[in-house]
Nanobody, 124 residues
Framework: QVQLVESGGGSVQAGGSLRLSCAAS????????MGWFRQAPGKEREGVAT???????IYADSVKGRFTVSKDNTKNTLYLQMNSLKPEDTSMYYC??????????????????WGKGTLVTISS
């Protein structure tokens, strides 16, 4: 059974930083694409950042230059370093993975597996 478990969310002031982690287990093969998504109350889910098997990263325009996605294959863990946080970054953040995204890996890709989310709250 595939499990993606997020951690690292919390409450910080604007301008601060947080690092989210996502521990993956139960996957028979390494996912071809992993990423972070977020959804604020009353808004649609938004793709934040993805990373593919060769380490190629893609970011939403709203987080470029502030967020960094990375992964540690030895630990089966995905990370999202978030700097210069803004109140509009407040959201539930979800980790997701896809088995066969290939070159289509991007924040717009329809992922196969999802975590339950971790809440990030940024105060002004």
């Amino acid at each position: 059974q595939v499990q993606l478990v997020e951690s690292g969310g919390g409450s910080v002031q604007a301008g601060g930083s947080l690092r989210l982690s996502c521990a993956a287990s139960g996957l028979s093969v390494r996912p071809s694409c992993m990423g972070w998504f977020r959804q604020a109350p009353g808004k649609e889910r938004e793709g934040v950042a993805t990373i593919d098997m060769v380490g190629r990263t893609i970011y939403a325009d709203s987080v470029k230059g502030r967020f960094t996605v990375s992964k540690d294959n030895t630990k089966n863990t995905l990370y999202l370093q978030m700097n210069s946080l803004k109140p509009e970054d407040t959201s539930m953040y979800y980790c997701a993975a896809a088995s066969n995204a290939g070159w289509f890996c991007s924040p717009r890709y329809a992922m196969d597996y999802w975590g339950k989310g971790t809440l990030v709250t940024i105060s002004s």
